[in-house]
């Protein structure tokens, strides 16, 4: 009956705890100033709900770390317990805890994202335990996520066999903490949801119940084994000491310092400042290169058909100067076969003219040509052929061996050499080619006329 009375008194005000969450919770603290916490606005008294309804009397105390209202790691202590409670009879059920539990934690606050001091997070880790948020819906809420160590001395027995021993836990915890109600003094009265999980390690003996004999024989010693356990539930309230209630602590340090704030925003500002200057410089790096080798492009283009235009231009000049070339030596070859045709005179030519109008050098020629003969009176006495032309030659020699024609170039076609006649060592008469360096030209009849002219 006193079981069912206390459970029931402790339903009745885990009722009315639940009423006042209900409430109007106070006004998030947004000032921006760092204040400096006292020994008392650093402690917090505390207990979990759900383990008075299973009849475990609990109480926890907390104490901040630091000592900013930017000081978000706390260490606590709980303790509970219901151990070796008394009964006139050794019971069937038996519910015995001791348990002392210890506690880190860190508080902190959701924060807005703008994409520039405050990013999204994209690894897979960093979003399982951010704090970041698109929306900040309920800005006066603080969680928090720690990790815990406990030792416990336990007797539990729900069926036919109990289990006696003690257990190490060490696990992680998770939760919220919301501020409901400040009083006049300043303290301030907090709830509190969270769970902790972990692993146990547990010692224990197994027994029986006998109800003959009004005992528990043990029926086997020494059993151990390792446990995952979920070592609280956590539904409770916290009262704070002091004057600063939980919206004005556990803040982000960048929200209460001016300072802090001004070097943050300085700091970031100098990486956006860098990240756009990196971006222009990448902008103009590209730019300037896709310009370069636009142009570069168009520079080898214009080249190469200018150095193929050049190409086809000398292969033009050259194919005309091999072409100028050609003609300029067929016209060359047949002005020469003209001009040796139109020097070779006729052979009547030179005997209708009178003999005395003919020059001693001419009329020799014709004769030893084969043209005439020349009397050797015609010839004056002082000539040099008088002697050469007394008794003309028994074989007189061809035409064409005396007289041929010699172009040079294209100049001079029209004279002929006329090799003079030497009697050599066996009495024939052969010509030389050039004996004296000088030349007896016959080709033109005026020359030969002027000559004659001279002679007389």
Same mark, same amino acid.
């Given at each position: 009956?006193?079981?069912?009375?206390?459970?029931?008194?402790?339903?009745?005000?885990?009722?009315?705890?639940?009423?006042?969450?209900?409430?109007?919770?106070?006004?998030?603290?947004?000032?921006?100033?760092?204040?400096?916490?006292?020994?008392?606005?650093? @402690?917090?008294?505390?207990?979990?709900?759900?383990?008075?309804?299973?009849?475990?009397?609990?109480?926890?105390?907390?104490?901040?770390?630091?000592?900013?209202?930017?000081?978000?790691?706390?260490?606590?202590?709980?303790?509970?317990?219901?151990?070796?409670?008394?009964?006139?009879?050794?019971?069937?059920?038996?519910?015995?805890?001791?348990?002392?539990?210890? *506690?880190?934690?860190?508080?902190?606050?959701?924060?807005?994202?703008?994409?520039?001091?405050?990013?999204?997070?994209?690894?897979?880790?960093? $979003?399982?335990?951010?704090?970041?948020?698109? &929306?900040?819906?309920?800005?006066?809420?603080?969680?928090?996520?720690?990790?815990?160590?406990?030792?416990?001395?336990?007797?539990? =027995?729900?069926?036919?066999?109990?289990?006696?021993?003690?257990?190490?836990?060490?696990?992680?915890?998770?939760?919220?903490?919301?501020?409901?109600?400040?009083?006049?003094?300043?303290?301030?009265?907090?709830?509190?949801?969270?769970?902790?999980?972990?692993?146990?390690?547990? =010692?224990?003996?197994?027994?029986?119940?006998?109800? *003959?004999?009004?005992?528990?024989?043990?029926?086997?010693?020494?059993?151990?084994? @390792?446990?995952?356990?979920?070592?609280?539930?956590?539904?409770?309230?916290?009262?704070?000491?002091?004057?600063?209630?939980?919206?004005?602590?556990? $803040?982000?340090?960048?929200?209460?310092?001016?300072?802090?704030?001004?070097?943050?925003?300085? @700091?970031?500002?100098?990486?956006?400042?860098?990240? @756009?200057?990196?971006?222009?410089?990448?902008?103009?790096?590209?730019?300037?290169?896709?310009?370069?080798?636009?142009?570069?492009?168009?520079?080898?283009?214009?080249?190469?058909?200018?150095?193929?235009?050049?190409?086809?231009?000398?292969?033009?000049?050259?194919?005309?100067?091999?072409?100028?070339?050609?003609?300029?030596?067929?016209?060359?070859?047949?002005?020469?076969?003209?001009?040796?045709?139109?020097?070779?005179?006729?052979?009547?030519?030179?005997?209708?003219?009178?003999?005395?109008?003919?020059?001693?050098?001419?009329?020799?020629?014709?004769?030893?040509?084969?043209?005439?003969?020349?009397?050797?009176?015609?010839?004056?006495?002082?000539?040099?052929?008088?002697?050469?032309?007394?008794?003309?030659?028994?074989?007189?020699?061809?035409?064409?061996?005396?007289? #041929?024609?010699?172009?040079?170039?294209?100049?001079?076609?029209?004279?002929?050499?006329?090799? *003079?006649?030497?009697?050599?060592?066996?009495?024939?008469?052969? &010509?030389?080619?050039?004996?004296?360096?000088?030349? #007896? &030209?016959?080709?033109?009849?005026?020359?030969? =006329?002027?000559?004659?002219?001279?002679?007389?």
């Amino acid at each position: 009956m006193k079981q069912a009375y206390k459970t029931l008194r402790a339903a009745l005000c885990a009722a009315a705890l639940m009423v006042a969450l209900l409430s109007q919770a106070q006004v998030i603290d947004r000032r921006p100033e760092t204040d400096t916490l006292s020994l008392a606005d650093r @402690i917090t008294l505390r207990t979990n709900a759900v383990d008075w309804l299973l009849l475990l009397p609990n109480i926890g105390v907390e104490f901040d770390l630091g000592n900013k209202n930017w000081s978000r790691w706390s260490i606590g202590l709980d303790v509970r317990g219901n151990w070796q409670t008394k009964h006139t009879f050794k019971p069937g059920v038996v519910y015995n805890l001791a348990d002392v539990r210890g *506690e880190l934690r860190y508080y902190y606050r959701p924060k807005q994202i703008d994409n520039r001091k405050v990013k999204k997070h994209t690894r897979f880790l960093d $979003r399982l335990f951010s704090c970041r948020r698109d &929306t900040v819906k309920r800005p006066q809420l603080a969680y928090y996520r720690g990790a815990y160590a406990s030792y416990s001395d336990f007797s539990f =027995k729900f069926g036919s066999e109990g289990k006696q021993g003690s257990a190490l836990t060490l696990g992680v915890s998770w939760g919220l903490v919301r501020p409901l109600y400040v009083f006049r003094n300043g303290h301030s009265f907090d709830f509190e949801l969270g769970i902790k999980v972990g692993l146990a390690y547990a =010692k224990y003996d197994t027994y029986r119940h006998s109800r *003959e004999d009004d005992c528990y024989p043990v029926t086997s010693r020494g059993n151990s084994g @390792i446990y995952p356990v979920v070592s609280d539930l956590h539904v409770g309230f916290a009262y704070r000491l002091g004057k600063y209630p939980s919206p004005s602590k556990y $803040r982000w340090r960048y929200d209460v310092d001016y300072n802090f704030a001004m070097l943050q925003d300085s @700091i970031n500002d100098a990486r956006y400042r860098a990240r @756009i200057n990196e971006q222009t410089e990448d902008s103009l790096r590209e730019m300037v290169e896709k310009e370069f080798w636009h142009v570069y492009e168009a520079a080898a283009g214009v080249n190469k058909a200018s150095a193929d235009k050049l190409r086809q231009q000398q292969k033009e000049a050259e194919r005309t100067r091999r072409d100028s070339l050609k003609a300029a030596e067929g016209k060359a070859g047949r002005a020469a076969a003209d001009s040796a045709v139109a020097a070779k005179p006729a052979p009547d030519s030179l005997a209708a003219q009178p003999a005395d109008t003919l020059s001693a050098d001419t009329l020799l020629a014709d004769s030893l040509a084969g043209n005439t003969i020349v009397p050797a009176d015609s010839l004056p006495a002082d000539s040099a052929w008088t002697d050469s032309v007394a008794a003309p030659p028994a074989d007189p020699l061809p035409a064409d061996s005396v007289a #041929a024609p010699a172009a040079r170039g294209g100049e001079g076609a029209g004279e002929a050499t006329v090799a *003079e006649a030497k009697p050599d060592e066996g009495g024939d008469t052969t &010509t030389d080619d050039n004996p004296g360096g000088g030349e #007896a &030209t016959a080709a033109d009849p005026n020359e030969g =006329k002027e000559n004659g002219d001279e002679a007389q």
